[in-house]
């Protein structure tokens, strides 16, 4: 099996900025995309990063110039600072991988528990 663990959430003001990190375990032989995504109360989840096992980015318009996701192949860790933050930014955010699991010899798609963001304002 192959679990994720997401750290880094909290209460900050608006401006202020957070760093999010996903750290992936288990029976991993292979991850392949790695992605951030966020739930408000009452919406639906959305995605917010994602970045490919070759480091390309691609982001949702409204964090464009503000979040930044990044990870550490090594470390099976995945990262997102999140600098001026703003009211709305506030949700669950969830990270999640897809890769290949070296026991089972299936291909995985794994999600974390979710941290909380609250941006005040």
């Known amino acids: 099996q192959v679990q994720l663990v997401e750290s880094g959430g909290g209460l900050v003001q608006a401006g202020g900025s957070l760093r999010l990190s996903c750290a992936a375990s288990g029976s991993i032989f292979s991850i392949n995309g790695m992605g951030w995504y966020r739930q408000a109360p009452g919406k639906q989840r959305e995605l917010v990063a994602h970045?490919?096992?070759?480091?390309?980015?691609k982001y949702t318009d409204s964090v464009k110039g503000r979040f930044t996701i990044s990870r550490d192949n090594a470390k099976n860790t995945m990262y997102l600072q999140m600098n001026s933050l703003k009211p709305e930014d506030t949700a669950v955010y969830y990270c999640?991988?897809?890769?290949?699991?070296?026991?089972?010899?299936?291909?995985?798609?794994?999600w974390g528990q979710g941290t909380q963001v609250t941006v005040s304002s």
């Open positions: 970045i490919s096992s070759r480091g390309n980015t």
């Open positions: 999640n991988a897809e890769g290949h699991d070296y026991v089972t010899d299936l291909d995985f798609d794994s």
